[in-house]
């Protein structure tokens, strides 16, 4: 079945939510202190939607993932210890989450290619991530999917590995 990526709406967040605890409980079970301090919640979703960031990844009616992506919009970023691979706009990317009943497909690479698709659209040639220490699955993906380690950034306290991604653009389009 295609899968369909666009923005979320405020109904929706019982589902995302519903995605964002199966995560949560992933990453306390892989022995992860990442998402174990009441980040995410709700209101962190509402947030997302009522700024226009929150997007979901569907497969016919039923969403099957989500992530915030933001655009120019994290200020921890600005305070690197490393050095970013370009310092135009970029595309944020936080929160990637996939339903339970859907892991082991591929969807997190496919979300990520969703996502730079959407910065391609806005004219944004960048795509910026951090993940914790510990999320070894996140960091794989991102290397495999080009992301360039690029050095720590903070959030609530705790250092987080930041990844960009400078995405080619495509004379044809």
Not at 21 to 38: E, F, L, V
Not at 113 to 126: H, K, L, T, V
Not at 137 to 157: D, H, P, Q, S
Request: proline share 3%.
């Amino acid at each position: 079945m295609t899968q369909h990526f666009r923005q979320a709406i405020p109904s929706e967040i019982p589902q995302i939510w519903a995605i964002l605890q199966q995560a949560i409980a992933r990453r306390k079970a892989n022995g992860s202190d990442q998402w174990q301090d009441g980040y995410p919640n709700p209101d962190i979703i509402q947030n997302d939607i009522d700024k226009h960031a929150g997007f979901v990844l569907t497969e016919g009616n039923i969403i099957i993932g989500y992530s915030a992506v933001l655009i120019n919009d994290e200020p921890a970023y600005e305070k690197i210890e490393g050095q970013w691979l370009t310092k135009d706009d970029f595309i944020v990317v936080h929160r990637i989450a996939i339903s339970e009943s859907h892991l082991g497909k591929g969807l997190a690479k496919k979300l990520l290619g969703f996502i730079e698709d959407f910065a391609i659209s806005n004219d944004i040639y960048s795509v910026k991530a951090d993940t914790n220490f510990d999320n070894f699955a996140m960091m794989t993906i991102f290397e495999k999917l080009g992301y360039r380690y690029c050095g720590e950034v903070y959030f609530r306290g705790s250092a987080r590995k930041a990844y960009e991604k400078v995405i080619v653009k495509n004379e044809l389009q």
